[in-house]
């Protein structure tokens, strides 16, 4: 396994559009992450997924934003109507196990820039 | 929420310098993590400490959780090149899973 990828790494787009994201875990990792970093910051907690069921979702994801894990696979993030303050890093992880299962593994991430 | 403080925000050192970075809270944390990111990447976990007054060594870094769980620190014997990064400290919330980070202390080691 060659742990968790994510797709596109690099994506630029222009106010207004429509963006999707894909999220690869590693294998059998039931638990799935989304973070976002901004620059100077820490990741901040987008929402989590236990399989295909969304379990939390962070105040920070507004409308705009979408989650999917439909087959408790892989997971794509959308953001609707993009502005230029969704200029970030996207962080995907993933997670294995009972309650103690909470090392996470992070992708590479998608840096989005919105002009 | 609980807040977590890291300090400081920035450090540079030569290579071969030691060097300690803090993170600190008002509440008591349950777990604490210590992540290192490095430009263009996710974080990566380090360690995990749990109990109070714990002590995980990790090579030239050494890990410390303070007896009350409101605070640790990370410390770098004889900085490399290599440990240049974002060090990043992590909480999880009783009966949630999602992670709440610091702001990170950025680290460059000069060659």
């Known amino acids: 396994d060659t742990g968790v990828s994510q797709d596109p790494r690099h994506k630029i787009t222009k106010r207004g559009q429509n963006v999707t994201f894909r999220c690869d875990p590693i294998?059998?990792?039931?638990?799935l992450y989304w973070y976002r970093q901004t620059l100077g910051q820490g990741p901040e907690f987008l929402t989590y997924?236990?399989?295909?069921?969304?379990?939390?979702k962070s105040r920070l994801l507004s409308d705009r934003f979408s989650a999917e894990r439909p087959k408790g696979s892989f997971s794509t993030l959308e953001i609707q109507r993009t502005e230029q303050g969704d200029s970030a890093m996207y962080l995907c992880?993933?997670?294995?196990?009972?309650?103690?299962?909470?090392?996470?593994?992070f992708g590479q991430g998608t840096r989005l820039t919105v002009v | 929420t609980q807040l977590l403080e890291q300090s400081p925000q920035f450090l540079s050192i030569q290579e071969g310098e030691n060097l300690t970075v803090y993170c600190n809270s008002s509440s008591v944390f349950s777990s604490l993590q210590w992540y290192r990111q490095e430009p263009g990447e996710g974080p990566v976990l380090l360690v995990t400490?749990?109990?109070?007054?714990e002590v995980k060594k990790l090579k030239r870094l050494t890990f410390q959780f303070g007896d009350a769980r409101k605070d640790s620190s990370l410390h770098i014997t004889a900085a490399q090149p290599g440990d240049t990064g974002l060090y990043l400290c992590?909480?999880?919330?009783?009966?949630?899973?999602?992670?709440?980070f610091g702001k990170g202390t950025k680290l460059s080691v000069i060659p």
């Open positions: 400490v749990v109990t109070g007054g």
């Open positions: 992590a909480w999880r919330g009783a009966g949630s899973y999602q992670l709440t």
């Open positions: 294998s059998e990792h039931n638990r």
């Open positions: 997924f236990q399989n295909e069921a969304q379990l939390e």
């Open positions: 992880a993933s997670s294995y196990g009972g309650s103690g299962g909470v090392e996470a593994f």
